[in-house]
């Protein structure tokens, strides 16, 4: 058999075929930004499937809007998470998305009990190109061609429109397709035929989520967190209840898959109380950023702008490079705070703010230091400044708020210099306690009133102090009416004048459903309050918890309901007549009053740490503490029992709350 000739390649041409086909490869990538590229090496085995993306679309002419789209998504997708195990994940979605109306509370506890969390993956290194190309498609359809968008500038559409997830650890599935199908988008459609309406992304967004209210319903539970957190949106429908994380992180998916520009806002922790909050807000066709409570029945302007909130955090999908370096240098906040690089400051468009300088001429070998806020127990980083010529600069702090400078160590938070008071006009005061110079505080509260109990206090103007000897009531004694709201314990003093009588009660004003927690009555030289047989009307509004009974009971976080807002009393027969010298009455209430017989500990903050000014049992509804210093930061515990508690400073005679 004879053997065919084959022309052997001459390898000086082989060789230039290849550097030319290399060449073309790496200047195709050159032209990629800086940012771009990196995270094209970053992504491993995946990179093939990112660069389709990119090559996708420079079919289209140069300069092209997608293709700095699809930059704008890969260049900023390193630190963006997945779960990994995919499939263990769409078992545990699918549970939730089949639950039923009916149990669902108690299946849901069932369903999350069952599941761990599992690893997680880098985006970079498991999104494909396909899943990617149709998320940005769909995303300039909407910018384009809804009416809520066209007047995003393409920033804003980087943001608040094109990411394919909303939130971290989103599923990676069709949300937009199915989303844009939920609410009511029949009536979205007719909003075109106003002439007012026309383009309103106010008008659009209030619309939807007034029908998402009705649909959702969502109920909160703030300190709910399921090991697996449910970030997959047809599972977020159907959950009875999560944080409001959990639904604002749904209603801007639901949002943005219409075409609505709505991101989310969030404070890490409230600088008055524990935890933090977040909600959504609307980028609206005004140029306006409006704040509101996703699904909520609050307006699209309403916002929780009267609050004191420290530091306020806008999330993105692009990077903050300033948090990246902050994170660099000080790996430890991790630990003490959520703050992530996908976060910006966004204080100064809420409300008015200060710049605030503090000396930090021994860094400890820390880059940044930190202002942190009281969440009750301890001091939690909100903010950073980096350390320069011995000094911190914190840029936009929010007013009305106490803030410790701290360093972040690997044991936690290691506060240095004073406590600073900034005012509501601007005013930075610093809290070094004047030991030298003292002061005497008289105290009614360990906590400040919230609103709950603002709206409840004023319940018990008006309600009456009466005595009568048969029990009857028929001819009642009146022998005081309280004129001030109860906003903590009351004290009610009779001295001699107000005679011997067998039965006493508390004869509450029209409409207040009784509303008292305790009562307590004194003969005089007493310290123990005296028993006999609880009297007053039966039954309850809300269960045999809150019968008279309650209001005897010594605890002053329960109460009686009663059954009627009007005429419903509560009082003791002695069964014998006995001259009460005073009374000790707490309304309904938060249980944050000073109580008699409770054990106190009032402490100062000195010298990087809380200093006892000693501990003592309240004999009142009142302690009093002399030779306190002045110019200090004060906190009040209660040793036996209670858990809320609040810094605050003491001014012309009052408690004044941080």
């Known amino acids: 058999m004879k053997l065919k000739n084959y022309a052997i390649p001459n390898p000086n041409i082989l060789s230039a075929a290849l550097i030319f086909i290399l060449s073309a490869f790496f200047a195709c990538c050159s032209d990629y930004p800086m940012d771009?590229?990196?995270?094209?090496?970053?992504?491993?085995?995946?990179?093939?499937?990112?660069?389709?993306?990119?090559?996708?679309?420079?079919?289209?002419?140069q300069g092209s809007l997608k293709l700095r789209a699809a930059e704008f998504i890969i260049a900023n997708m390193p630190g963006h998470y997945s779960y990994r195990d995919t499939d263990y994940v769409s078992r545990?979605?699918?549970?939730?998305?089949?639950?039923?109306?009916?149990?669902?509370?108690?299946?849901?506890?069932?369903?999350?009990?069952?599941?761990?969390?599992?690893?997680?993956?880098?985006?970079?290194?498991?999104?494909?190109?396909?899943?990617?190309?149709?998320?940005?498609?769909?995303?300039?359809?909407?910018?384009?061609?809804?009416?809520?968008?066209?007047?995003?500038?393409?920033?804003?559409?980087?943001?608040?429109?094109?990411?394919?997830?909303?939130?971290?650890?989103?599923?990676?599935?069709?949300?937009?397709?199915?989303?844009?199908?939920?609410?009511?988008?029949?009536?979205?459609?007719?909003l075109h035929y106003c002439r007012p309406y026309q383009n309103s992304a106010h008008i659009a967004c209030e619309a939807l989520n007034r029908k998402l209210s009705a649909l959702i319903r969502p109920g909160i539970k703030p300190r709910f967190h399921p090991p697996?957190?449910?970030?997959?949106?047809?599972?977020?429908?159907?959950?009875?209840?999560?944080?409001?994380?959990?639904?604002?992180?749904?209603?801007?998916?639901?949002?943005?898959?219409?075409?609505?520009?709505?991101?989310?806002?969030?404070?890490?922790?409230?600088?008055?109380?524990?935890?933090?909050?977040?909600?959504?807000?609307?980028?609206?066709?005004?140029?306006?950023?409006?704040?509101?409570?996703?699904?909520?029945?609050?307006?699209?302007?309403?916002?929780?702008?009267?609050?004191?909130?420290?530091?306020?955090?806008?999330?993105?999908?692009?990077?903050?490079?300033e948090i990246d370096e902050l994170l660099r240098m000080e790996p430890h906040v991790k630990k003490y705070t959520s703050i992530t690089p996908f976060n910006k400051d966004v204080t100064a468009e809420y409300q008015q703010t200060t710049d605030i300088e503090i000396p930090a001429p021994d860094s400890r070998g820390h880059a940044y230091a930190f202002l942190c806020v009281f969440d009750n127990t301890s001091w939690k980083p909100v903010f950073w400044g980096k350390i320069k010529n011995g000094k911190a600069l914190f840029k936009n702090m929010g007013r009305r708020v106490v803030y410790m400078p701290a360093f972040c160590g690997a044991k936690g938070m290691e506060p240095f210099g004073e406590p600073v008071m900034l005012a509501a006009n601007g005013e930075i005061r610093r809290l070094k306690a004047d030991t030298e110079k003292k002061k005497t505080l008289i105290l009614n509260r360990k906590?400040?009133?919230?609103?709950?109990?603002?709206?409840?206090?004023?319940?018990?103007?008006?309600?009456?102090?009466?005595?009568?000897?048969?029990?009857?009531?028929?001819?009642?004694?009146?022998?005081?009416?309280?004129?001030?709201?109860?906003?903590?314990?009351?004290?009610?003093?009779?001295?001699?004048?107000?005679?011997?009588?067998?039965?006493?009660?508390?004869?509450?004003?029209?409409?207040a459903y009784c509303n008292m927690a305790e009562l307590r009555f004194y003969e005089k030289g007493s310290n123990t309050p005296l028993t006999g047989r609880i009297i007053g009307a039966d039954g309850?509004?809300?269960?045999?918890?809150?019968?008279?009974?309650?209001?005897?009971?010594?605890?002053?976080?329960?109460?009686?309901?009663?059954?009627?807002?009007?005429?419903?009393?509560?009082?003791?027969?002695?069964?014998?007549?006995?001259q009460i010298d005073r009374i000790v009455y707490i309304p309904r209430s938060d249980g944050n009053s000073v109580e008699p017989g409770d054990e106190y500990e009032l402490c100062y903050w000195d010298g990087g740490q809380w200093k006892s000014l000693g501990r003592k049992q309240a004999q009142d509804v009142e302690l009093t503490y002399g030779n306190c210093p002045a110019n200090a930061l004060y906190i009040l515990h209660n040793h036996t029992k209670g858990k809320e508690e609040r810094i605050f400073t003491y001014e012309e005679g009052k408690q004044m709350w941080w």
């Open 228 to 321: 697996v957190q449910i970030r997959g949106m047809k599972a977020l429908l159907n959950i009875p209840f999560g944080t409001c994380d959990d639904y604002n992180i749904l209603v801007a998916a639901i949002m943005r898959a219409h075409g609505i520009p709505v991101g989310i806002d969030h404070i890490f922790n409230w600088p008055t109380r524990s935890m933090g909050h977040g909600w959504n807000l609307l980028f609206d066709t005004t140029g306006k950023v409006e704040p509101f409570e996703g699904a909520g029945e609050e307006k699209v302007m309403q916002s929780f702008r009267y609050e004191p909130t420290g530091k306020i955090f806008r999330r993105t999908y692009a990077h903050n490079k």
């Open 447 to 511: 906590y400040p009133v919230m609103e709950a109990q603002y709206y409840i206090a004023w319940r018990v103007v008006g309600g009456r102090i009466q005595a009568d000897n048969d029990g009857q009531f028929a001819c009642p004694s009146t022998l005081h009416t309280i004129t001030a709201p109860g906003f903590s314990a009351g004290k009610i003093d009779l001295g001699q004048t107000a005679g011997n009588f067998r039965c006493w009660r508390y004869f509450p004003p029209d409409g």
């Open 92 to 190: 545990y979605y699918k549970e939730i998305e089949a639950m039923p109306a009916k149990g669902r509370d108690s299946l849901y506890r069932a369903i999350v009990g069952r599941y761990i969390r599992p690893d997680t993956v880098e985006d970079l290194r498991i999104v494909k190109a396909d899943f990617l190309i149709g998320n940005i498609d769909e995303a300039f359809r909407s910018w384009k061609e809804s009416e809520w968008a066209q007047h995003l500038d393409f920033d804003g559409f980087c943001e608040y429109l094109l990411p394919y997830k909303v939130c971290e650890l989103q599923a990676l599935d069709d949300w937009r397709t199915y989303l844009a199908n939920y609410g009511d988008t029949t009536h979205l459609s007719r």
């Open 540 to 578: 309850s509004l809300r269960g045999s918890d809150y019968t008279k009974d309650a209001v005897f009971d010594g605890d002053a976080l329960t109460y009686f309901d009663a059954p009627r807002p009007d005429s419903c009393w509560v009082g003791m027969d002695f069964g014998r007549e006995v």
């Open 36 to 61: 771009v590229r990196r995270a094209l090496d970053a992504a491993g085995d995946n990179r093939t499937e990112l660069e389709k993306v990119l090559q996708h679309y420079r079919q289209y002419p």
